[in-house]
């Protein structure tokens, strides 16, 4: 284990240390929690910036070779794939550098398989970092410290405050722990962990029993697609007896890329399978009895598409979306978070991680669904009225524009959004939890106004909104940019065009992305209070948040700036949120962003050039921005207001009714899925009670009845037939004994007889012989 | 300490217990209590010296871990005739090696013979905790105490039993001797509907333990369809109850054709399936444990039900892999169907203690889906097999905890609240917030959630089902949805919310708390480093289970080749070897 692996170790585990030391002295450590839960994530804060540092310090080439040249690299690698192997033929891929160990957690089934092979089939755990997973690392330590710092100032008054901060623990160790781990068996682990710190976040406030459902809903939505990952980590498994991602991405694919499909046949008929190569050597791999290592190829695309199932489930894409709005329910810096910056990236970080894997029928279909996702996610965004709704909905959107962007085979590009989009959305929810904290409310028809009280969450929100929106020079500008490039370049480029709805959805999405972006920045802000007018009851959430003395009748009358620790993580974002995505010379901004540069370093294929593609991409992003936030000024800007909102949607009333029920999925979900399960179940209870409970009880019953039956018989028939007998004896007796007259002439006479008779039977017998 | 003396007192301490409390006078019921909690720790502690003398060197120069049990039997044999004439003496016992054999009804080739390997010693160390424990939940006992902790030992001591004999009639006689006891404690210290729980419980394995009483004689009496070598040197000719024996003759000769394997088979899972119990031999266990006192449902979900895995382990597979590879397809269904059938009905509840009940039918289903997930070696590589049958194993000890745990924590809120209808709790976490965290994690490890038992289990068994059939795999992964579906909602509907009602009911007791500690701390062991338990289980599991029952000679294609069919020819030919 090299230091670098041992520090992202400490890392991981400076959480857990610190969840351990909470959990179990959470009455004598009380408020010291949050220190605690602070401290060990600023340390690993700390660990993975020097690692970082370290990473990209040792790693050789990683801004002269960028993708789009597609040129030669050099790199020096550590770790299993370990050393250069320069192929003058044909251009290769280097190895970029990974920083891995790994220890057998199981062992089993030793010396069962051949003599050859003593050694038992092992599921290690390890931890493997390449480029993707040392900025992971600093964005997600980095996004978590200050929601660390900034939670201490938004739950202080809540009386579960220890426990808050011993969750926020546990979810950093796991989610560390999956952007660590160097296979996928332990992602699924991590994965699940996650899930159930996010459920308790959830429902933290489990008084209510709105949260405890939201909470359970996320669970089990999350559950369903940890079915499919399920699934395909039993069929890659089975295929080859392993889990890690490195050796899998090296060995699927070979230099160039692509996989190596060969045709099979079995009984006649023929199908494709795909071939391990050897990474050295570009052969295919192949045991010990000369058998080749292979899968075939729809059971390589249905893995695909069961690891991408749960993806889909942690990432909230359609059809499992429906959880994440619901998980708005949590504390907003949970929301921060969990629900925006990390967790719900993991899905979108195991799709690139992982990407070899995906064969090109299951790519497509992740790029289709980021497309749904992306777009009505943003359509049902546009209609909601409680503006941390809407920060969840366009997180759903932008997580299909990462899935779409990989799909479409911009891995650099779906990963580098992810990453922007992590720092932009982390500042929006924070700052909506500023706005919260101080207005008690989230609906966005009774505020309006508070750019005068609150101008600097006002103004970070606003760098945010920018950047979310794609205006340039703002972050979310270039990772926008990538993704639209990658889907221009796969649908005009490559001559995909009968999949142009690849490109129109990103397109459109992301003009609605800006107009409701602005929409919910000038509903909030901009104006004068709405308020006194509406009238309007908001939901007062009872969580020790209502004892400011506020007047609840108009929130925005007593809106006042947060305070220095709800306000220093602001700032702190801020700046990533503007700058991250911007390229070594920043006047011309037509260069290549640092950041893809730094993540295209470490891409497990040879990514596409991908030549004017981004030309054109900026010219449709920069119309799509402005038409975007025109509409939104137009209609929602007081004092440049040409439209009237309301009008619209009275005029479309179908349609937006269509949108204020989310499309019908939960009510769909409900009838097709909850409620016949429920039903089943009750159905098999039913059975279980009446029908199978039943045949026991009836045999038993027959069995009883049956002995009765016995007794009876056993009375009459068989003491009966004894009975018979008796008297038949004492019958036979009787008559006997009429024969005994004591007359001793009688008794002669029956003896003359007796003899006269045996007499003749013994001669008729002897003379039959003679 | 010997190990004829160590094994023996396994099973005697507690049953010399039993007597012993019949001599402490009933005024002093306090006494009574202390006296059998002593001798359960006792045992535990005597289960531990076993697991050291299992992992430590003996005075032979063995490691007992290190060796098989075949090869640890072997060196206790009986010398003088084998078969059924009468045998007596014994040499070459080799000490410390945890076999103990010693003749019992020499006419019939009955032996008193015990023996531990990583798969008894697992379940044994298992039962001593449970024990334990439940004999400190019985403290709250107030009905009889004497006659309650008498039959108790008395039930203890049939379960080690049951766990340490290798003598399938031993086996056999412990398994009815338990009975007996466990009819008493429900039909006397149960529930309002005790009397029909406890007779149901007592004709249901009474009636599957006939199949695996006939099974036993069927192998004892067979006449052989061939006459095969056994270990190279003597000549197997049945009459033996020697349950390693006949295992090796089973794997290793042609003595037991394909047929009587599959009758043989049958009658053992019929048998055992009724204890697990599974689909649709469960009906029993949730009227059972509803009924039972809280820590006769402890021991019920705890131990007993390991003795129906244990005997599919020990027995069904290893006495007829030719018969289990030829049901498999139909008994790994009926273990997925089980898995759903469990957990839908676990869905439907709303008895806490008959929602924990079906939670066990649910999750017995991976034992027998992990058991027959069986492929013949040559034609797959086996030791995905031994990932199913070792998660099968780690399943029983994981159910064994959580189990007793939750059904530990649905006694603590009915002494409390006086209720087990989820309708009616409500809001307990804010009332007990140890009780609640505890019942957290033990549920959750329940669920299978990772880092916590159940988890590996679960995913042992599924991903071993991959490489046997991915569709019925797929089914079982699905179940982890309805589990989480249950679990979340029981939990929701027990801890979360607001409750008025049942505001200023008292947390856990010192007692209570010392019983949940070793629940929980190996709940989270078992989960985050389940080598802990694999890395000793597994050698026995690979040598007793899985090489023999994958490379059993009726199976394997050299082993066929060499079994020509034997009744049809006149003169029994001579296998291969």
Redesign the interface.
Known sequence: MSWQVGLYVAAVFLPLVAFTVQILGIKFLGRLNAYIATGAIAGSFLLSLVGFLAYFGSAEGVFDHHARGGGEAHASAEGEHGGEHASPTKPHKAEPLLWTASVDWVTLGQGLKDVRHPEGLAIPVGVAIDSLAAIMFLMVTFIATLIHIYSMGYMHDDPRYPRFFAYLSLFCFSMLGLVASSSVFMIFMFWELVGVCSYFLIGFWYEDKKNCDAANKAFITNRIGDVGMLMGLGLLWSAFGTFDIHELNSTLRDRAGKLNVVTASKDAQAYDVVRLLDPETDTPLVDDSGRPSQIPYWVLTIAGLGIFAGCAGKSAQFPLHVWLPDAMAGPTPVSALIHAATMVAAGVYLVGRFFPLFTEPALLYIAYTGGITLFVAATIAVVQSDYKKVLAYSTVSQLGFMMLGLGVGGWAAGLFHLITHAFFKALLFLGAGSVYHSVHTYEMPVLGGLFPKMKWTALTMLAATMAISGVPLFSGFYSKDAILASSIHFVFHEGNYQHILLFVLPAVGAAITAFYMFRMWFLVFAGESRSQQAGHGHDTHSHGHDDHGHDHGDPVAHAHESGPMMLWPLFALAVPAIAIGWPMFILPFFGEPILEMMLAYGAPIPLADLGSAHNWAMLASLIIATSGIGLAVLYYLPGYKRFEAAKVAHRFAGINSFLQHKWYFDELYWAVLVRPTLALARGVSRFDKSIVDGVVNTVAGLTVVLSKFEGFFDRFAVDGLVNLTAKIIYVLGDWGRGIQTGKVRNYLMVLACTVLLLFSVVFAWVGRGT | MSDDLLLSLLWSVPMAGSLLVLLIPKQFPGVIKWFSLVVTILLFGLTLVAFTKFLSESPSGDVPAASSLRDRAAANTLTGPVGDAVTVGETGKAVGDLVVRHPWIPYFNIQYYLGLDGISLSLVLLSGLVCMLSCLASFSIEKNVKGYFSLYLLLTSSMMGVFLALDMFLFYVFFEVMLLPMYFLIAIWGGENREYAAI?FL??TLFGSVFILVAILILFFWPGDSVGSFGGAATWTAHSFDSIAVAQAVSETGYYGRFIQQVVFLLFLTGFLVKLPS??F???LPDAHVQAPTPISMILAGVLLKIGGYGLVRFAWPMAPAGAYDFSYYVAALGVFSIL?GA??A???TDFKKLVAYSSVSHMGYVTLGMAVMVI?GES???????GV?GAMFMMIAHGITSTGMFFLVGVIYDRAHTRDLNKLG?L??VMPIYGAVSFLIF?GSMG???LCG??AE?FV??A???YN?TL??LA??A???T??YV??TL?RV????SEEHKGLPDLTTREIIISIPLVVLTILLGVY??VL?DWM??SI?EGV??PV?TARALTAAGKAALTPIKTTAIAPQTAR
Do not use: E
């Open positions: 149901k004709l249901y689909f649709p469960h009906t029993w059938y839908l009905a869905m439907a509840q070696a590589d086996p030791r995905y097999y031994a990932y070792n809001g976490w804010n959750f959630l990772p880092g988890f590996v995913v599924i991903l089902a991959f490489n991915p795999a797929v992964a699905a982890v949805i309805l989480a579906g979340l909602w929701q801890f979360l919310g607001r389940p080598s694999l597994n050698p690979i899985v090489r994958t």
